[in-house]
């Protein structure tokens, strides 16, 4: 179904003199579904499932309980048939994939926020400066599935040095520094630097190193690597403390984990 881009402003609808930044370029969901009221979507469900990206600004999605905020970096997928609401902030630009329910088989099967790496971005980006309309694609579904499906959401820094920091990290996540040692690197207090990760993440330092370490873990258990391994490569300082973190976040050991994959150990 391909995508529908919009612009929505918190107490303002999109206008005649005031156009969302891409409507009618590719097939609309059937039904209206992508329409938007002001300030956002009422409870709704549609037959087909969505990708929803949101290039610029913040929108609050609710689905089965549990509410995603959605940002340049942390998308979310919505199964065919599951009932959502939406709040979007001042401004967002909202990027909606829609793929038929019928004929891809989405590996999620409830709302699930997904990290956005470059090649999906500038895939979703380059969709929408399209002036044609393009059926569903299912090269396109393709790289949109190509995210870990376990892996932490994990929101990107904007101001300038937390963004260093995050880059730092994603380069090599067992780097042990602290943010008082990285804010001294980067000639920034070390309050500001915690102060940004904290308002542009929502979480703080330490919380959004550990899960970009478990992201990493999880992707060397895949490879079969031993436990104590991993846990050295991404940072932990011992095998418990990484077995510890991991059962808080994923419910179970990275052992039971890595046994649970396809191909894993027996």
């Known amino acids: 179904?391909?995508?529908?881009?919009?612009?929505?402003?918190?107490?303002?609808?999109?206008?005649?003199?005031?156009?969302?930044?891409?409507?009618g370029a590719r097939r609309r969901p059937p039904g209206g579904e992508d329409f938007i009221a002001v300030g956002g979507h009422a409870p709704h469900e549609h037959p087909f499932h969505q990708f929803l990206y949101v290039p610029l600004g913040r929108i609050l999605v609710s689905a089965l309980g549990r509410d995603h905020e959605l940002s340049a970096s942390v998308a979310l997928w919505i199964p065919a048939g599951v009932?959502?609401?939406?709040?979007?902030?001042?401004?967002?630009?909202?990027?909606?994939?829609?793929?038929d329910g019928g004929s891809f088989?989405?590996?999620?099967?409830?709302?699930?926020?997904?990290?956005?790496n470059d090649a999906q971005r500038a895939l979703l980006l380059g969709r929408m400066r399209s002036s044609?309309?393009?059926?569903?694609?299912?090269?396109?579904?393709?790289?949109?599935?190509?995210a870990h499906?376990?892996?932490?959401?994990?929101?990107?820094?904007?101001?300038?040095?937390?963004?260093?920091?995050?880059?730092?990290?994603?380069?090599?996540p067992?780097?042990?520094?602290?943010?008082?040692?990285?804010?001294?690197a980067l000639y920034v207090s070390s309050t500001s630097l915690r102060r940004a990760f904290r308002a542009e993440t929502g979480m703080a330092f330490s919380e959004w190193?550990?899960?970009?370490?478990?992201?990493?873990?999880?992707?060397?258990l895949d490879q079969g690597q031993l436990v104590s391994s991993v846990a050295a490569q991404v940072g932990f300082v011992s095998t418990n403390g990484f077995i510890l973190a991991f059962r808080r976040y994923f419910g179970r050991t990275p052992g039971s984990y890595a046994r649970s994959r396809p191909g894993g150990p027996v």
């Open 1 to 23: 179904m391909g995508t529908t881009t919009l612009r929505t402003s918190a107490g303002s609808a999109p206008t005649a003199s005031e156009p969302p930044v891409r409507t």
């Open 83 to 99: 009932v959502h609401s939406a709040h979007f902030g001042r401004d967002a630009v909202v990027v909606p994939e829609s793929f």
């Open 105 to 116: 088989d989405l590996p999620y099967t409830e709302p699930t926020p997904v990290n956005v």
């Open 132 to 146: 044609t309309a393009e059926r569903d694609d299912p090269a396109v579904f393709a790289v949109l599935c190509a």
């Open 149 to 172: 499906p376990d892996s932490l959401p994990l929101p990107q820094p904007v101001t300038p040095a937390a963004l260093a920091v995050a880059r730092g990290l994603a380069r090599a």
């Open 174 to 184: 067992g780097d042990a520094r602290t943010a008082t040692d990285w804010a001294a």
């Open 209 to 220: 190193r550990t899960r970009l370490r478990l992201n990493h873990a999880l992707a060397l």
